[in-house]
Nanobody
Framework: QVQLVESGGGLVQAGGSLRLSCAAS????????MGWHRQAPGKQRELVAA???????NYADSVKGRFTISRDTTKNTVYLQMDSLKPEDTAVYYC?????????WGQGTQVTVSS
């Protein structure tokens, strides 16, 4: 069994910052990849940022230069630092970890950016 616990969402004004965390626990042999997705009302879930087991990162064009994904492998935790937030970043953010070659999703955390 693997559990993911997300934290760090909230309400922030445009231009502000938030940091999301997602910690994995349980029967973890290998973490093959980590990432963050988001889903806004009426829209499909989309990839925001990801990092491979080798440390290679990739970002959605809409967040490049504003968001930074990082990880602490000793804590099985992935972070998303979000700066210069815009109202269009408002969504529920989900972490997704590939652990032991299975996909696991966090419970989701609401991020709301007011104009």
């Amino acid at each position: 069994q693997v559990q993911l616990v997300e934290s760090g969402g909230g309400l922030v004004q445009a231009g502000g910052s938030l940091r999301l965390s997602c910690a994995a626990s349980g029967s973890i042999r290998n973490i093959n990849g980590m990432g963050w997705h988001r889903q806004a009302p009426g829209k499909q879930r989309e990839l925001v940022a990801a990092v491979t087991s080798g440390g290679v990162t990739n970002y959605a064009d809409s967040v490049k230069g504003r968001f930074t994904i990082s990880r602490d492998t000793t804590k099985n935790t992935v972070y998303l630092q979000m700066d210069s937030l815009k109202p269009e970043d408002t969504a529920v953010y989900y972490c997704k970890l590939v652990i032991n070659w299975h996909d696991y999703w966090g419970q989701g955390t609401q991020v709301t950016v007011s104009s």
